[in-house]
Each structure stands twice: as structure tokens, then as C-alpha cells.
């Protein structure tokens, strides 16, 4: 073969390769954007069903206090929770709202991972925010339902339990912040620590992210 034909062989063979590489680096970006559009999904699904179920929990407990409102326990009570639905509800479609723009639009993988840590941060301080009042307000929902329901007002039985109860969630709500800004802004060593903060997160955030990471290490070799 003469030496210009070698020459244009091997240059077919360096196109060939360099093609066929860019096909492997297109196809492992697809499936790991798919395995990572799958979670979004998944976390998609949820988020409607918690902003439709917070939706009905706030209309009944505003029915409730409306109905009860010449009763002053029980207008606090329902206040309470309707004040605290409303959040939920707010917190719910903030994260629907970061999570649509990381599904809907193609942007490049480092800006996905941006958008992913912001939602993946907010979810953290939303679910701590939220968290921390249900130590006290957990105790409300029975007390309304059961009032709403039965007709029985369990706080004029054992007004002295229920202040204890709420006494014990003020402990857990002091304990709560005292361990997040332990946590906060430190390696965490505890397999079990690190699973509520993936919790608190997300696993479905956290699978998708993973598979982003995957993606920018791959194009980065």
C-alpha cells in the first residue's frame, strides 16, 4: 500500500473512532439523563399528590374554625393549622415550580446540577421549617378532627395533658435546631445522620443528581 493511501486509511479510522466515541458519549449521556428524568418524575408525582392533599386539609380545617370560630380554643386551633397548610401548600409549589424548570428545559449538565443543589437546599430548610412546628401542631389535628367529627372537645377534658404534650414539642422543636446547626456546614460522619439529610433532601433528588454527576465526570475524562 503506498504510503498515501496508509495515510488516508488511518484517517478514516481516526473519523471512525472519533464517531463512534462521540456515539458511546451521546449514548451514556441519554440513558443517565433518562435514569435521571425518571426520579424527577417520581418526585414530579408526589409533589401534586402532597399540594392536592394539603389543598383538602386546608379547606376542611378553615371549614372547622369558621364553624367553631365563638369557641376560642378551638378558633386558635384551627388557625394554627390553616396558617401552617398554607405554607405547606406554598413550599410544595416553589419546589414544583425549581423542579419543573430542571424536567422541562435542556440545559447544560453544570447548570442542572446548579438548579438541582437550589431545589435540593430549599427541600432542606422547607422540610425543617415545616418540621419543626408539627413537634406541637401534630397534637392539634386529632383534637380538631375528633371535635369536628364526634362532637367531643378533648381539650376542656385535659386542657393540663394537652399543655404538657405541648411543653414536650418545645423540647423537641429546642433539641431539632440544636442538632441542625450542629450538622450544618460539617462533613457528616453518622450513616444515620446522613440518612435523614437525604431524606430531608430527597432520594429521588438524590438519585437524579447522581446520575448528573456521573454525566459531568464522564464528559470531563
Known amino acids: 500500500m503506498e504510503l498515501d493511501e496508509l495515510k488516508q486509511a488511518w484517517a478514516r479510522m481516526e473519523i471512525r473512532q472519533e464517531g463512534m466515541e462521540a456515539l458511546l458519549r ?52 384551627g388557625l394554627l393549622l390553616h396558617v401552617y397548610g398554607v405554607a405547606a401548600i406554598w413550599s410544595c409549589a416553589t419546589q414544583l415550580f425549581l423542579l419543573a424548570r430542571i424536567y422541562l428545559f435542556d440545559a447544560p449538565v453544570l447548570v442542572l446540577q446548579r438548579w438541582l443543589a437550589q431545589l435540593r437546599r430549599f427541600r432542606v430548610y422547607s422540610t425543617l421549617g415545616l418540621g419543626l412546628p408539627w413537634w406541637c401542631l401534630w397534637l392539634l389535628v386529632p383534637l380538631v ?77
Open 26 to 77: 451521546q449514548d451514556f449521556r441519554e440513558r443517565r439523563m433518562e435514569k435521571s428524568r425518571a426520579s424527577l418524575r417520581r418526585t414530579l408525582c408526589w409533589l401534586g399528590l402532597e399540594v392536592v392533599g394539603w389543598i383538602v386539609f386546608v379547606v376542611w380545617v378553615a371549614s372547622f374554625w369558621v364553624a367553631h370560630r365563638n369557641v376560642p380554643h378551638f378558633l386558635v386551633m
Open 145 to 221: 378532627a375528633i371535635a369536628d367529627f364526634a362532637g367531643v372537645d378533648l381539650y376542656a377534658a385535659g386542657a393540663s395533658w394537652i399543655w404538657a404534650n405541648m411543653a414536650v414539642g418545645l423540647l423537641g422543636i429546642a433539641f431539632s435546631v440544636w442538632l441542625a446547626r450542629r450538622v450544618a456546614g460539617r462533613p457528616i460522619r453518622s450513616p444515620f445522620l446522613q440518612r435523614i439529610v437525604d431524606d430531608m433532601s430527597g432520594r429521588n433528588l438524590l438519585g437524579a443528581s447522581r446520575q448528573l454527576d456521573e454525566i459531568a465526570r464522564f464528559e470531563q475524562a
